[in-house]
């Protein structure tokens, strides 16, 4: 389902997402804590409807290498509910995945792994989190999900027209959208940030969230272990 003219919403649904029963009583199979939780969603080879899957080694991780069919992309969860899990996809001008999303209709398959881990925020007075279009679904549930009293500032660099949906938050939460990087740092100096109380965090393309990250420890003076940074694609 289309959500904006850039942003391809897939709910998906399947028994692996059901619950599961043992001695100790039901579980849900699948579970998403944190607002930056990741799957990885397996393609098939483009003109084929064929999804190849990792094989599992004994640990239960992938056998390394992966064999060259096997195609995926890594996506936040924004969501998993009764409704089933929910992956917010945004459409680049090429792209297995992107191209997958856009012709994307209901029956179509896609493999799906994860979450395997889930982080949460440290408890923090302020929060600053930063991050492109491809942090826009995490950014989104980071907004829903933070308590009523938060503080802080969200800024999206969504990288031009087209991702225009409403991105809730607290109201002590300042939502600041910019159409590029250089915008961001534009308006980084007129933020309220006080590194000792605030822990930031920042996603997107992986010059630039190196280039916040230096700005941050070098001109607001962040300690190391108040950012949490992760490149989510390269150019
Ligand atoms: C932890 C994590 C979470 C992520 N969550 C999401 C998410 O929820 N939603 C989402 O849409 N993306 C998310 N991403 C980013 C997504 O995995 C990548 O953008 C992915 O490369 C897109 O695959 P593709 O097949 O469409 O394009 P690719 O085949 O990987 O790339 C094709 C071309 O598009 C360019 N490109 C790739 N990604 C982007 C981008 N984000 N912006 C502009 N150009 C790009 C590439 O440089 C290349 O030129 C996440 C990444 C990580 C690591």
Redesign the pocket.
Known sequence: MLIAPRLVRLVLSGAQLDVFDDDAGRHPAVASTGF?D?VLLFFPQPGSERIALPKVSADGGFERPLDTDVIF????V?RLDATGLV????L????????WARRAESGMFVGAVGPRVSRALPCTPKILAIG???????LSRLGESLPRDAEGDIVLID?GPGLEIPLAAPTRVNVVRVREAVDARRVLPGLDIDANRTYAWL?G?SGLVTSLRSYLRNECGFARDRIQF??????
């Open positions: 930056d990741v992309r890594e996506y936040t924004r992956v917010d996809i945004v680049h001008d090429v792209g297995v995945a992107s191209d492109d279009s491809a942090a826009l679904p995490a990288g996603a393309e992760t490149g989510y694609w390269r150019t």
